[in-house]
């Protein structure tokens, strides 16, 4: 297991490298760049800026330089540890991600937490009434989140709060330490709306991970023995039930790092979202790199740890 | 948010209660419905918005791109719900009802064309993956890891600022972000069938390996890539109406539902409530056709994977 | 002496001499006519009566802000809202729009200035002030500043403007509350440029230690102005604490001000409606420039004010010539004819019960009290005048013989805020009914846009052009003077209007200026040039009903300091 675990951190590198040269790659082809982002001035507010001048900032930027010498440099500072400085904010990159990436994991382990506490049991009941009313009125229920978009139940939820209780979660922000009520609820509904998505997803598991362990031999001799179902549920089923669920939570979370843009823009959260947004319209490709390999590091590492776990978990897996 | 799909099958343990269909069509049918009524709903739905695509010219009162000019050249901007307009005008005067009839087109349209190329062309890169040997595979796969870890939204954003909107464009956009999940899935589960018992038994007792493939692998695939494709034609709706929102969606006229959403999401849906909630309850409508009807047909066609462990398949 | 008759002067407010020299100022280009031994003298004395009025209560002004800047050199400034807007604050100019009647030109940092004779030499005497670290504000710090506004060689995309008037050096120290500014020959136009509010001044000793970079980090340049930078956090707010050493005694009458930002469009509508924040950055740039506001107001029942500048924003077509059919001048002209610009505006602009937001309007934007085009003169027009069948046939028959009788499909750059799509599509739909021409309308984010339209990709792009400069000439500055680049892509020239351009800047009679700028005019509306003018936007923005002396300003980029309202928790709620 050491061994295998080594192998796939090795495979790390590879992978890192080629989401950079991915980034690096499309942003060198897509149109607008930093130079015109600081100088042309937004609809309505355009001033008459020249073509020379726009050349003499991406000079001075060092835009200019040919792509594989600017991705070169870029990758010399990363090696020595300098994520580089921001073209837009031309303050260091790591100042502005630390703060972020705390806000953003905050939102993403409650989003995963209230998913799990609200799919778990739906699943549950979906499981053990199976092809009942209930059972369909639980799947119903649970698809709602993945049918709807996310930005349009995220924009629902801020009107109808604005518009019938006169109420929104306060402006700013606040972190769980400085101040954990107003942190709670600035990032409660955020949370909601990306739970809400998940849930469908987490729930099947749930349900079809029950419906299997509940056949199993074991399960039909505790049956068979007279055991209340209650407790066939609660004291077998789910503790088996629950190992697939912990899994996919885990690779929830990975995508929910993805997954948080749109929320965050919504809600106001000063999070990694924001910012990966902020840096593609001001084509601040420094930033939107360190973003991506923070996010890819935190991806790749939690995939081990979750491929790793079965071992832990699951005695039957063995590791190649 | 692309990554949303991925692996949905190799992920999880299909309902074991299941069996193969019946032979007679009909009767397999009508034995589907009273076993998932869910998935019978979901397949309903699906047959209705085919139904509505194909009709849209008969159905629909008006033209979706005009602009309408009633009596003295007066535009009908944001008008409600009533006889003259069945579900109200939109923020330049154009007939929701019909927009909305027309919408099933391009749902349809982009939801069946990045299914029939991504699914399909991404399933074959997964299959390539999982037999071509180990160095292919160590290099698809580190591509595919690649693209996992970068969020798809900023790959999609970047597909569409270079190539520009447009119905086909997003297409593209959605295809690529289909890439990693796709080649993912199709590759663990043609793993995991690869090493089943019946197969691994075909093997040792002399089986070519053409034969193997034909017999054993591609009906497993064929159920496997049918479940895709149909929780992908929802995905591929939804992800549409995201890329509206972000502002790289489908060329404005064109009567998508994520365009209408949009639109409707930063006019006034306090106003003018109707532009944004049918094109909202179209989405979800279909949008939930299509996984209650994926869910049944993944119960009803993968009862031969329900011995393969979550854990081993995920553990490569 | 315009000023005075329009609705908007706030002039019984004034101190009586104020309102002499201000009389005397808008009408500068006769005062120069009549030119006394020494040249004229206007004198600003300090405080106005207003100044007494404004009732001080201890609190902090809330706003919010849906940027996210990144820069903070004034100078050196591309965009009012990265940049003029978040560091402007900090700031005073040399002189400035009077925050109470914005038309006007009135002292910032002077107290008087004499013009002389000839018109060329301005010699500004300054008011006793200090730079937020307690250094006297000196002739020396604005010689400073106006010779690193015009600095040769640096990126100057919203100053450079004033490298026309005055040469880099020239300014003469004579005292040291005295400083002599010649420039290059005399204009209508000087003090009007030297009002822009990105014509700031520095602390010489601050500033010159500053490389290019680091005077565009937060809080490294610091000015004289009301507000101090407290704290920028990126993606969350822009903090201010009072200047309370400020040499406008009694001002500002906030203790401090926090804009909080918030990149999502609805959620700032809704921090307004649910009064998590008093105003927005005034009215300015962005989505306000529609009913929203007002819907908000009557949500509010008046709480929220809804506040716009009209005509602030032109939305136009620019056909690009690089490649067929529009380098062909016919097709440029059908185009110009063809489009409904009044059905354009009642579909895009007006909206059922609550009014227009914006206007067919004129093609130069009549601005600081200069009227070059009327409505009436406008209805004759062609390309405005309705109905519309003389200019379609007159478009139609242009597009067949220039080969294309039935139209031709092509492509559309436009960017992605909702109005400017809802703009696309209805002028898309009109060329499309109207002359067969099909247009696919392509939105795109700013900076693509703004890309496209440089390297010409498209076959016609949207763009907009707000007004920087209160005086008409400032459109014909933005699309005819710089030639090449965003504006005039294709450096499309026409001899006579660039004599126009030259002659205006140095007409000191009104009269004749005036008709200078009706001819160029005339020769835009041949329709022969790049620029097809669609449909003028407001600007808007929202304010508590109880933020007292808000005076709108004829444009989004002038007024921007908060330094002259205050809270009147006592105000009566307006009536809705």
């Known amino acids: 297991m050491g061994k295998y675990a080594l192998r796939r951190m090795v495979l790390f590198v590879p992978t890192l490298l080629v989401a950079t040269i991915l980034v690096f790659a499309l942003f060198w082809i897509v149109p607008g760049d930093p130079a015109l982002t600081i100088l042309a001035g937004g609809e309505g507010d355009s001033g008459s800026v020249s073509s020379e001048q726009l050349q003499q900032l991406r000079q001075k930027l060092g835009l200019d330089r040919p792509l594989y010498v600017q991705y070169a440099s870029w990758l010399g500072n990363v090696l020595r540890g300098d994520l580089g400085t921001s073209l837009w904010y031309k303050t260091p990159v790591w100042s502005h991600l630390r703060d972020r990436f705390l806000v953003t994991m905050e939102l993403a382990v409650m989003a995963i937490l209230l998913a799990v506490c609200a799919a778990v049991p739906l699943g549950i009941v979906s499981a053990v009434k199976q092809d009942t009313g209930l059972d369909y009125l639980s799947r119903i229920f649970s698809s709602i989140g993945i049918a709807l978009p996310t930005f349009w139940f995220g924009i629902l939820i801020v009107y109808a709060l604005a518009t019938f209780f006169e109420w929104l979660p306060p402006l700013g922000y606040a972190t769980l330490w400085d101040d954990p009520v107003l942190n709670l609820q600035q990032l409660f509904l955020p949370a909601l709306t990306l739970a809400f998505n998940d849930l469908a997803f987490t729930a099947r598991v749930t349900r079809s991970s029950m419906l299997e362990v509940m056949r199993e031999d074991y399960l039909r001799t505790a049956r068979a023995k007279g055991l209340v179902e209650l407790a066939v549920v609660g004291r077998h089923a789910l503790k088996n039930a629950l190992l697939p669920v912990l899994t996919v939570s885990g690779y929830q979370f990975a995508r929910l790092l993805g997954g948080v843009i749109i929320v965050e823009s919504i809600f106001a959260v000063p999070g990694m979202g924001t910012l990966l947004i902020d840096s593609i319209i001001h084509r601040d490709f420094i930033v939107l790199q360190a973003i991506v390999v923070l996010i890819a590091a935190v991806v790749l590492t939690l995939n081990l740890l979750i491929d790793l776990s079965y071992g832990v978990l699951d005695p039957r897996v063995r590791y190649q | ?316 | 002496m315009r000023c005075f008759a329009s609705g908007r002067s706030r002039g019984s407010v004034l101190l009586s001499s104020l309102l002499l020299a201000l009389g005397a100022l808008t009408a500068a280009p006769s005062a120069a006519q009549t030119p006394s031994a020494e040249g004229q003298t206007f004198t600003f004395p300090w405080p106005p009566d207003w100044v007494a009025r404004g009732k001080y209560q201890k609190m902090i002004l809330r706003g919010v802000t849906g940027f996210n800047p990144g820069q903070w050199d004034v100078h050196a400034c591309g965009t009012l809202p990265d940049c003029l807007m978040p560091s402007g604050p900090q700031f005073n100019g040399l002189v400035y729009h009077n925050p109470v009647n914005p038309d006007e030109i009135v002292c910032d940092l002077c107290e008087s200035w004499t013009v002389s004779r000839d018109g060329k030499t301005y010699t500004f005497r300054l008011r006793q002030a200090e730079w937020h670290d307690g250094k006297p504000v000196t002739a020396d710090d604005i010689k400073f500043s106006l010779d690193r506004i015009v600095e040769p060689g640096a990126i100057r995309v919203r100053t450079g403007v004033l490298r026309t008037f005055y040469e880099h050096g020239s300014a003469q120290v004579i005292d040291p509350r005295t400083v002599r500014v010649p420039i290059n020959f005399a204009s209508p136009l000087f003090l009007v440029n030297l009002a822009s509010e990105y014509m700031k001044m520095y602390p010489k000793h601050v500033a010159q230690g500053l490389s290019a970079d680091d005077a565009q980090k937060p809080g490294k340049l610091i000015g004289s102005g009301p507000w101090k930078l407290k704290e920028f956090k990126p993606n969350i707010s822009i903090e201010y604490v009072r200047n309370t050493n400020y040499f406008k005694k009694g001002l500002p009458f906030f203790d401090g001000m926090i804009f909080t930002i918030v990149r999502d469009y609805n959620r700032r509508l809704a921090a307004m409606q649910v009064g998590q924040a008093h105003t927005t950055e005034g009215p300015t740039i962005g989505s306000y420039g529609t009913e929203d506001p007002m819907r908000v107001q009557r949500e509010t029942k008046g709480r929220v004010r809804a506040v716009y500048i009209s005509e602030a924003v032109q939305t136009y077509l620019v056909l690009h010539m690089n490649k067929p059919p529009f380098q062909d001048v016919r097709v440029r002209r059908a185009i110009f004819l063809a489009v409904d610009r009044q059905e354009l505006t009642k579909i895009v602009r007006c909206v059922e019960s609550f009014g227009c937001f914006g206007s067919v309007g004129t093609f130069l934007p009549n601005k600081g009290g200069k009227i070059v085009e009327s409505p009436e003169d406008l209805a004759q027009t062609k390309g405005w005048r309705q109905p519309k069948t003389q200019d379609l046939a007159e478009a139609k028959a242009l597009l067949a013989a220039a080969g294309y009788p039935n139209g031709f499909k092509a492509t559309l750059n436009i960017g992605n805020p909702p109005v400017v799509v809802k703009l696309g599509e209805v002028v898309a739909e009109q060329l499309r009914k109207n002359l067969g021409v099909d247009f696919t309308v392509e939105p795109v984010d700013r900076a693509t846009q703004v890309d496209r339209i440089i390297r010409e990709t498209h076959h016609a792009s949207f763009d907009s052009s707000g007004v920087i400069i209160l005086d008409p000439a400032d459109y014909l500055n933005q699309h005819f003077l710089v030639i090449g680049g965003q504006k005039n892509p294709d450096s499309w020239k026409n001899p006579r209007l660039s004599e126009i351009i030259q002659a205006q800047a140095r007409e000191l009679d009104a009269g004749k200026r005036l008709r200078l700028l009706k001819e160029a005019v005339e020769i835009l509306r041949g329709g022969e040039s790049h620029v097809v003018p669609l449909s003028w936007g407001s600007s808007g923005g929202m304010m508590d009903y109880r933020i007292q002396n808000f005076h709108v300003p004829g444009s989004e980029q002038i007024v921007k300091q908060f330094e002259h309202v205050w809270w009147d928790p006592d105000a009566p709620m307006p009536k809705n």
């Open chain 2, 1 to 316: 948010m692309l990554a949303g799909r991925e692996a949905v099958v190799a992920r999880t343990i299909p309902d074991t209660r299941s069996e193969a269909p019946a032979h007679a069509p009909w009767a397999a049918v009508i034995k589907f419905a009273g076993r998932k009524p869910l998935g019978a709903m979901g397949g309903l739905i699906v047959l209705a918005l085919v139904l509505t695509a194909l009709l849209a010219p008969l159905i629909s009162p008006h033209d979706p791109r005009q602009i309408i000019r009633e009596a003295n050249n007066r535009v009908p901007v944001y008008v409600a719900p009533g006889p003259a307009y069945l579900m109200g005008t939109d923020h330049v005067g154009r007939d929701i009802a019909s927009r909305i009839i027309y919408g099933a087109r391009i749902s349809l349209y982009v939801g069946l064309g990045s299914v029939l190329i991504g699914v399909t062309g991404w399933f074959l890169v997964g299959m390539v993956s999982a037999y071509a040997g180990p160095r292919v595979d160590l290099v698809a796969q580190r591509v595919v890891d690649a693209m996992m870890a970068v969020p798809g939204l900023i790959i999609v954003l970047a597909i569409m600022a270079v190539l520009g909107s447009s119905l086909n464009n997003v297409i593209i956009a959605i295809v690529i972000g289909m890439l990693a999940p796709v080649v993912r899935t199709v590759r663990s589960q043609v793993l995991s069938v690869k090493e089943m018992e019946y197969v691994v038994a075909a093997r040792a007792i002399g089986a070519r390996s053409a034969r193997v493939v034909v017999r054993h692998i591609m009906p497993n695939c064929l159920a496997i890539y049918l479940i895709l494709a149909t929780y992908y034609l929802g995905f591929a709706i939804i992800l549409e109406a995201s890329l509206s929102f972000l502002g790289v969606g489908v060329p404005p006229d064109v009567p998508s539902w994520g365009g209408m959403l949009t639109a409707a999401a930063q006019g006034h849906i306090t106003k003018a409530p109707w532009a944004g909630i049918f094109p909202g309850l179209a989405i979800f409508i279909v949008v939930l056709g299509f996984n209650l009807l994926g869910d049944a047909l993944r119960d009803v066609l993968e009862p031969r994977l329900r011995g393969a462990r979550l854990g081993a398949r995920l553990a490569r």
